[in-house]
């Protein structure tokens, strides 16, 4: 899950290496073989994948070598794991491109309006992908999200099915509150009293008074692991992490960037700040620092309140036994309203735009065949699990089983990700396929169990449809402008404001500030988007 942190984790790198690479992509000759498919001659076909850095490449990858012997095809790959948003755009406004792009909307809606003409409309082809039509059959709102608004489809979504209701699980170490008998927390000012012992009391016991850290996130303010996920304290139910700060309210579309429970949130951070609380290096350390911090030394662990995807991959193996997850935590004693979470089911189970094809591709039905055999169901645990074999267990009675890491030093997750596509791959698994999880989902599971009456939510009323919702090209742009000057704003505002203070004397300048940047231009044309979707579905 690492790999969605708007990480797991962003995508971002080398455009002339990138356009050398795919200089044959479907504009040259060589994809224009069409072949008797019974003489075993395969089709010649690109493909940029955007992948995970931890992935294996993907000729390693037994079951992808399976796909392009049974499409009948041999793909050229050009894989990428970072700035691939730096090189995009110069391979885009080129148009030469490759047969295909898979990755999480790695070409997206906003890609489609602006370079008309050079993508394919699988509408008119997909005849020659059952498996495809079997999803958009038995999962029609996967159809739904991959359908622009003039019914043309360009991408092709996934369908997970195993994920829980949140990308995020709120972790706080036992064992140190056991060593230093300390309760539980259960509002924001317990909290402080007891990261105050943490930092003050030596609380994982190595004689080091100097190396907790009380309190870590990755140092953005939205999205998933976040500090934002404290907004669920006052009754703001964030949904898909809602990075850019927007979430729903009783039908009313709303940014809690310039809402005062945010500035609420802030002050408390503020707080914890100055009391040395948080870690110093909170809005400068990469992912990869984040994460190894948490995984400690040895058994000695580091931190001791902490957002992640289940404590496994948080904390790695060895001292992941001392976390547990906790629920919301209430702002203040006196506090009677609900207390919420972020609902991520639809961004963790669907993904949008994970196969695109070029409309230049010369031999379309080939891509197709690829693409087809990716959305058999069997296929598609693969793409997401491993190989069968390896990772894949075949219990001969057509169900399955995850086995555990081949290498016992890695957590599940990790080694999911060394693996295969993984998440970030174009699949369909059906709820119909009988497959035992690992240890790894089976946890997330578990430790969801302490947020799941916060995760109550009315969906009709309180989370935001994201993926469902198709905009104009002309408001796609407006908007996407907007929020890059908001963001600019409240990200430099944000981190000033935890580790300088000053939040209650800027406020209401901030907020002038962010409706010049277009707060409010985004709010009405999101509501209007809403309000047609709620009254359509």
Not at 185 to 212: C, H, I, Q, S
Request: glycine content about 8%; proline content about 4%; some cysteine.
């Amino acid at each position: 899950m690492r790999k969605r942190v708007n990480v797991f984790t962003s995508i971002v790198l080398i455009t002339a290496l990138l356009l050398a690479g795919c200089s044959s992509g479907g504009s040259r000759s060589e994809s224009a073989e069409s072949p008797d498919r019974t003489s075993g001659e395969k089709v010649k076909l690109t493909a940029i994948m955007i992948k995970h850095p931890l992935t294996k490449p993907l000729a390693d990858m037994e079951w992808l070598q399976k796909v392009e012997d049974a499409a009948g095809v041999d793909i050229e790959w050009q894989e990428i794991t970072a700035d691939w948003g730096q090189k995009k755009g110069t391979m885009l406004a080129s148009g030469d491109i490759p047969d295909l792009f898979i990755g999480p909307n790695v070409i997206t809606d906003a890609d489609f309006a602006q370079f008309q003409g050079l993508f394919q409309d699988l509408t008119e082809i997909l005849d020659l992908a059952p498996n495809v039509q079997t999803m958009f059959s038995e999962r029609p709102e996967t159809q739904r999200i991959a359908t622009q608004a003039d019914g043309k489809i360009y991408g092709l979504p996934k369908y997970q099915r195993f994920w829980p209701d949140t990308a995020s699980r709120q972790y706080i170490n036992q064992q140190w509150l056991d060593e230093l008998g300390l309760e539980m927390p259960t509002t924001w000012d317990e909290l402080y009293e007891v990261l105050l012992a943490f930092k003050e009391r030596d609380a994982n016991g190595n004689g080091d008074m100097n190396d907790e850290i009380p309190m870590d996130w990755p140092g953005g303010i939205g999205g998933n692991f976040n500090a934002a996920l404290l907004l669920g304290s006052m009754g703001i139910t964030l949904s898909e992490g809602s990075s850019q700060g927007y979430f729903v309210e009783d039908g009313q579309v709303k940014n809690f960037l310039i809402d005062e429970r945010y500035k609420t949130m802030v002050i408390f951070l503020n707080k914890l700040y100055k009391a040395g609380l948080i870690n110093p290096e909170v809005f400068t350390h990469d992912y990869t620092k984040y994460q190894s911090i948490a995984r400690g030394d040895g058994d000695t662990a580091k931190v001791g309140f902490t957002w992640g995807w289940v404590a496994s991959d948080r904390f790695g193996e060895r001292v992941a036994s001392q976390y547990v997850s906790l629920p919301p935590l209430k702002v203040s004693d006196d506090y009677t309203g609900k207390l919420s979470w972020s609902y991520d089911y639809n961004s963790l189970n669907y993904g949008v735009n994970h196969i695109v094809m070029s409309a230049r591709t010369k031999n379309k039905e080939a891509a197709m065949r690829l693409i087809n055999e990716l959305y058999d169901p069997e296929v598609g645990m693969q793409v997401l699990f491993g190989s069968i074999g390896p990772n894949i267990q075949d219990n001969g009675d057509g169900s399955y089983t995850i086995l555990p890491p081949g290498n016992p030093e890695m957590d599940p997750g990790t080694w999911k990700w060394t693996s295969t596509m993984a998440d970030h791959g174009a699949f369909y698994i059906p709820d119909s396929l009988q497959l035992t999880l690992g240890k790894d989902m089976q946890e997330v599971i578990e430790q969801s169990e302490p947020l799941q009456e916060a995760l109550q939510v009315d969906l009709d009323k309180d989370v935001f449809p994201a993926m469902f919702i198709k905009y104009s090209m002309m408001d796609n742009n407006t908007m996407s402008l907007n929020n890059t000057n908001i963001m600019n704003l409240a990200e430099s505002s944000f981190a000033k404001w935890v580790t300088k203070g000053g939040i209650e004397a800027e406020w209401d300048a901030y907020v002038r500030e962010a409706q010049k940047a277009g707060i409010t231009q985004n709010l009405e044309i999101m509501q209007k988007y809403y309000d047609e979707y709620r009254s359509n579905h």
